[in-house]
């Protein structure tokens, strides 16, 4: 299964953008737990918000919440991460991951199995 993102681009500071995360196979992310993470060149994969597979807990990183949202669509088998008031640090490459786990597994890369090729965020005026 090929977990694939969408919905970066260029953003000017303070605009917002909404990533999209699903399989690339159209299948079920039911059972999936799914992580949002991005790096640049300073930072290798920095968690920024997971979503579990059951009971939707949800964790956030601490710098980024309550400016980035994660939620599920169970009906259109995506995850979203909306992110809101951008700021040119939040430029970088994008990874949504997933596990096929009961639960929550800890927001860190580790602890995810299957990552997408990653969408470029550029935050510039």
């Known amino acids: 299964l090929q977990v694939v993102e969408s919905g970066g681009g260029l953003v000017p500071p303070g605009g917002s953008l909404n990533l999209s995360c699903s399989f690339a196979?159209?299948?079920?992310?039911?059972?999936?737990?799914i992580g949002w993470f991005r790096r640049t060149p300073e930072k290798d994969r920095e968690a920024i918000a997971c979503?579990?597979?059951?009971?939707?807990?949800?964790r956030y990183s601490d710098d980024l919440k309550g400016r980035f949202i994660i939620s599920r669509d169970l009906a259109k088998n995506t995850v979203y991460l909306q992110m809101n008031s951008l700021k040119p640090e939040d430029t970088a490459d994008y990874y949504c991951a997933a596990v096929k786990l009961r639960g929550s597994p800890p927001c860190i890369p580790y602890a995810f199995d299957k990552w997408g090729q990653g969408t470029q965020v550029t935050v510039s005026s």
């Open positions: 196979s159209g299948n079920s992310l039911g059972g999936y737990a």
């Open positions: 979503i579990s597979s059951s009971d939707d807990r949800i």
